[in-house]
């Protein structure tokens, strides 16, 4: 079947419902009954649920937490996985951020690749579908998340009171079809600090986010006058010898050390430059041997400039998702602990366990601890196995392109459900514009991605 004419000619509609959507600002806001994660996620909601039932779908509202629209007959259920909520826009805008405005064949807002503008083309996918005519052998159901941006709680309502679809395919990343999603280890490395008078670094500090490179880390030391002059001529032999983008600073018996990096996701360390990193090789060159100077000398030791796990032993890769990815995002130092959080992509192959047992290795010989360890397990879908077949038979026969599902470090909507890969929405070579300034959607990408939803979705229907 061939849908792609059926889609074109509803193209207007296409777009006007893209820039109605838009138009609602769904950014989480406070909580009142029915009502979870706020007015303009709600007001989002009921937009799309109206929508869907006018174009002749049943739809729920699953007491605001999330919704679905849900089309055809039979015993097998095939998901789609959207959502509606957005994150703040922040600020720099050229196009006003909810104005859905139409410039150069793009719809702009925010919101308008992630995810409304996928969301919408859903919808009339499955429109798409009713009016052919033809008997689909399943039930498809659009499934309306509603609390992506802010720890997807919408999913773990659908997972405690719905029916898990046999598969699903979440257009809330990219083409062709993400079938490998590295785990996800987060913790915290953390030292006591007992209180010395000889502790010359009062405060090391930067980053925050775990899973960004910092580009800018500093550390404030206490020091005489000729401490600082001693202090000043080893950073000028380290810059000579790294050329790392530092600077020193000294005034009132206070030296500043400041690191500049360049940031970047955590899950391509590679390109960025880690701030923190650079800092902590400079102050190993002072040969502090306190507590202090243990920390500093297990990080140089073990983590240094490497973004790859060598020197702590766990540089694990696998021929399905590759290696391992390691960052340290923050350090924090207060007068009695010192800690660093660490973000790990580690390939799907392996278990967080193992990278633990690895590292605690490394870090007991210097009196270090691993806390609050959180683990987002890896996503794995065979190449071979039907669902991520079809979507890519479908992927390929559409664009004509050859190419294979790829493997990401970053996580997408798909791990909130069993049996999901990302498919779409933004095609090879199209810019990265979810939470950027002036996002968009192409009306062009918008279209096609409509005619390959359709061809998704009769494709995986027709499957028994
Ligand atoms: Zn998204």
Redesign the pocket.
């Known amino acids: 079947m061939n849908f792609d004419t059926a889609v074109s000619e509803m193209k207007e509609s296409i777009i006007n419902s893209t820039q109605e959507l838009i138009k609602i600002k769904s950014v989480k806001s406070n909580f009142s009954e029915g009502k979870p994660f706020g007015q303009g996620i709600n007001n989002a909601l009921e937009y799309i649920l109206n929508l869907s039932n006018n174009l002749g779908f049943t739809t729920k509202n699953l007491d605001g937490y999330i919704g679905y629209a849900e089309y055809g007959k039979g015993e097998k259920l095939i998901g789609i996985l959207v959502?509606l909520d957005v994150v703040p826009e922040g600020e720099g805008w050229l196009h006003p951020p909810y104005s859905g405005n139409v410039v150069d064949e793009k719809i702009f807002g925010r919101g308008a690749i992630?995810?409304k503008g996928p969301a919408i083309a859903a919808v009339y996918a499955l429109k798409a579908i009713k009016d052919s005519g033809i008997n689909l052998n399943s039930r498809v159901r659009i499934i309306f998340g509603l609390d992506?941006e802010s720890g997807s709680r919408c999913m773990q309502y659908y997972r405690n009171n719905e029916e898990i679809p046999a598969c699903s395919f979440v257009p809330?990343a990219n083409y062709p079809v993400i079938n490998a999603e590295k785990g996800i280890l987060t913790f915290k490395l953390e030292k006591n600090l007992k209180q010395s008078s000889n502790n010359i670094i009062t405060s090391i500090l930067g980053g925050s986010r775990h899973n960004i490179v910092p580009d800018f880390s500093e550390a404030a030391l206490k020091a005489s006058p000729q401490m600082a002059e001693q202090i000043k001529q080893k950073f000028i032999d380290f810059f000579n010898k790294t050329q790392f983008d530092m600077e020193i600073d000294y005034s009132s018996d206070r030296l500043l050390i400041k690191s500049y990096g360049i940031a970047s996701h955590a899950s391509l360390p590679d390109k960025g430059v880690n701030a923190i990193s650079q800092l902590m090789l400079f102050l190993n060159e002072l040969n502090i041997t306190d507590e202090l100077g243990k920390f500093i000398q297990f990080y140089s030791g073990r983590i240094g400039m490497e973004y790859m796990g060598a020197s702590l032993g766990c540089s694990y890769s696998d021929d399905l998702s590759g290696n391992l990815t390691l960052n340290a995002g923050i350090v924090n130092m207060s007068k009695d602990k010192i800690e660093v959080t660490v973000d790990i992509r580690y390939p799907v192959k392996y278990k967080a366990e193992d990278i633990i047992t690895k590292i605690k290795d490394s870090v007991d010989h210097f009196g270090i601890s691993i806390t609050n360890i959180k683990d987002v397990k890896p996503l794995f879908m065979p190449p071979e196995s039907d669902l991520v077949e079809n979507l890519m038979e479908v992927y390929t026969d559409f664009t004509a392109q050859r190419t294979k599902p790829i493997s990401i470090g970053g996580g997408t909507?798909a791990r909130s459900m069993p049996n999901a890969v990302a498919f779409g929405a933004i095609f090879p070579g199209e810019p990265e514009l979810?939470h950027q300034k002036d996002e968009y959607i192409s009306i062009d990408s918008l279209i096609k991605n409509t005619q390959i939803f359709a061809r998704a979705i009769y494709k995986l229907a027709q499957q028994q």
């Open positions: 959502h992630d995810d992506e809330d909507y979810a």
